[in-house]
Every structure is written in structure tokens, then in C-alpha cells.
């Protein structure tokens, strides 16, 4: 007995004096996309294996789709095991990266129109070809119109320029070729913003009206681009959403995280922030073509998450895989459950 809780005094004192993510008590959303977050990569690397080992089973082909849930107390490197992730899919190129965290939940009764903008601020990041993903995708898009090779950092250069010297086309044109590919985008216009992210001094516009937000009228006007009206704003975030999951699909592999679902808020339905979140990742699952699902929460906001009705058919999505640590030791292994 004396041995036990000796044992456990010394593992209590080496968590105290050597855990490497004690250096703030908030991991604010910014850290995650920093090159300099800390990380020990031994600590919780089953976990973040099991992440890659998902995606590598989706760029293989033997599925599309992979819901993953990291479950941990407070202060175990959740948050930072995200930003790992993140920073070694930056370093290995093929996949777009989408983080939500709590300040862009915001309005929990407008769940979709705030994904959305998350989804559009985190594609601003810049990406494995040294433009933003937007960029990345926009040249994807291009390439497979023309028939062309171009590289990113070329045509963000030279955009629209090198298209009317080579092609004889302006945005207008273009998008109506890249919608001759891609039939099944039911908004044109959301091609044409897409495009419009490769010009230096239309970029920002672009991105915020992908974003769900509204243009001045001149401007939308010079792009092309209609101003949407407040009505029915979610519905239409939401097949604004599934419209871009759609196109990044085609290229590239898609990780979506979602952190910090803990907060006492409930939108008009009365679910919190957690269930409103697993609710919106049930319905990405079945959008998404290629892609990783990964939400980070405490244990028993997975059990709240049990609570609700349509519970069964949201866990078997979003919890395909789970991670579960009850608590690591700097130098030694992670003592971890996975299901």
C-alpha cells in the first residue's frame, strides 16, 4: 500500500515539475496554427498516429470518411496534439486543414453560417505550396480546366494575366470553364470567388464573401459577385459549406478539428455547445469526400453527448475511433485506452 501511494506521489510531482504544456492556462486558437507551439511528439503519440494511419487508409482508397474523438482532462495536450497535426500536414503537403475553437463557435443557433467561417479563415492559412489553401485550391480547379500545370505561387503572381496572354480568358470566362468540370457546383458564383482568391487586390474581398459575409456594392459588383440577403442565412451557409467540401475533395484530403466544445451555452433548442457540434459533425460526415473528423473534449462531455436523441447515430459517426488517456509521465509512455 505504502509502495501504491509513493507511486503515486512521484508520477503527481514529475506531472507537476516536468509537463511540457503547463506554459499557459489558455491555448488560444492563433497557437494552434503556430510553427513554435510546444510538443513533446513521444507524449499521446498514439493518438496522433491513429490520426495519420486514418488518413493514409483514405488516400489509399479503403474509405472516405473517418470520424475520430480525443478524449482527456484538462492540461493532457489535447490542443497541442492538434497542432502537431496540423504542422506535419503542412510539412507533407495533400491535405487541407480546418480548425474550430471556441471563439469561432460564437451564436450556437447559427452553427452553419459559423463553420462556415471558420472553414473560410482557416483556408485563408497559407499552405504546403507557400500560398493560402483557397489559393491552392484555385489552382487546382484551374489546371484541371485548362489542362495546364501551373503552380500556385506562378499564378498568384501573374493573376489574371497569364490566363489572357495564354488562354485569351478573364475570371468570367474562366469560371465558366471550370464549371463545364464541375456540374454538380449548384453556385456558380462560389466558383468565381474561389478564382478571384489568386489576384493580389481582390483576395480579401473574395474571402470574406466566402466567408457568408457581404461585399460593398461596388465591389461585388467589380467581382462579379451577388450580395446574399439575410434570409434563411444557416440553410444556405450550410450548402455553401457542403459546395466547398465538395470541390476540396477532388484534390486534397480534409482534417477538421474541433476543440474546446466545453461551455455552459445552449442555442434555441436547448443542446450545448457540445451536442450542437457533434449534431453539425454528423451531418459533415455524410458531405465530406475525403476527409478526417476530429473533435478534442473532456470525458464526460462525451457522456453529455450520450444525452441526446439521435445519440447512437452521432457517436457511430464521430467516435468511430477514440482515444482515451487517463494520464501521461514525461519520459514514459502515454496510458492510454483506444476503442
Not at 507557400?130 to 495546364?148: D, R, S, Y
Not at 480568358?169 to 478571384?196: G, H, S
Not at 453529455?304 to 482515451?324: H, W, Y
Request: hydrophobic share 40%.
Amino acid at each position: 500500500m505504502n509502495d501504491f501511494h509513493s507511486s503515486i506521489a512521484y508520477l503527481s510531482k514529475a506531472i507537476a515539475n516536468q509537463n511540457p504544456f503547463d506554459r499557459s492556462l489558455i491555448v488560444r486558437s492563433n497557437d494552434i496554427w503556430k510553427p513554435s507551439f510546444p510538443d513533446v511528439p513521444s507524449i499521446n503519440a498514439h493518438a496522433s498516429d491513429g490520426v495519420f494511419q486514418a488518413i493514409k487508409q483514405i488516400r489509399a482508397g479503403y474509405r472516405t470518411v473517418s470520424g475520430i474523438t480525443i478524449r482527456a482532462e484538462k492540461g493532457l495536450g489535447k490542443s497541442h496534439l492538434i497542432s502537431r497535426i496540423r504542422r506535419r500536414l503542412l510539412d507533407e503537403g495533400g491535405s487541407f486543414f480546418v480548425y474550430m475553437s471556441d471563439v469561432d463557435y460564437g451564436n450556437l443557433n447559427r452553427v452553419n453560417a459559423n463553420f462556415l467561417n471558420t472553414l473560410s479563415s482557416s483556408l485563408k492559412r497559407i499552405g504546403n505550396e507557400g500560398v493560402m489553401q483557397w489559393q491552392e485550391l484555385a489552382t487546382a480547379l484551374i489546371n484541371e480546366a485548362l489542362g495546364e500545370t501551373y503552380i500556385p505561387q506562378q499564378l498568384v503572381k501573374q493573376f489574371p494575366g497569364i490566363l489572357a496572354e495564354n488562354h485569351k480568358l478573364d475570371v468570367d470566362a474562366l469560371t465558366a470553364k471550370v464549371l463545364q468540370i464541375k456540374p454538380n457546383i449548384e453556385n456558380p458564383y462560389l466558383i468565381q470567388a474561389i478564382l478571384w482568391t489568386l489576384s493580389s487586390d481582390k483576395v480579401s474581398f473574395a474571402i470574406n464573401w466566402l466567408s457568408g459575409r457581404a461585399l460593398a456594392q461596388t465591389q461585388a459588383d467589380a467581382m462579379g459577385l451577388p450580395n446574399s440577403t439575410e434570409d434563411d442565412k444557416e440553410g444556405e451557409a450550410f450548402q455553401t459549406v457542403c459546395q466547398i467540401l465538395d470541390l476540396i475533395g477532388d484534390y486534397r484530403t480534409l482534417v477538421i478539428g474541433f476543440d474546446e466544445l466545453e461551455s455552459v451555452d445552449r442555442n434555441e433548442a436547448g443542446f450545448n455547445r457540445a451536442q450542437v457540434v457533434a449534431l453539425l459533425v454528423k451531418d459533415l460526415y455524410g458531405k465530406i469526400k475525403r476527409g478526417v473528423l476530429m473533435t478534442a473534449m473532456f470525458d464526460e462531455t462525451w457522456f453529455n453527448i450520450r444525452a441526446l436523441p439521435q445519440a447512437e447515430s452521432v457517436t457511430a459517426r464521430m467516435g468511430e475511433k477514440i482515444f482515451d488517456w487517463l494520464f501521461w509521465l514525461f519520459g514514459e509512455k502515454c496510458i492510454m485506452r483506444y476503442y
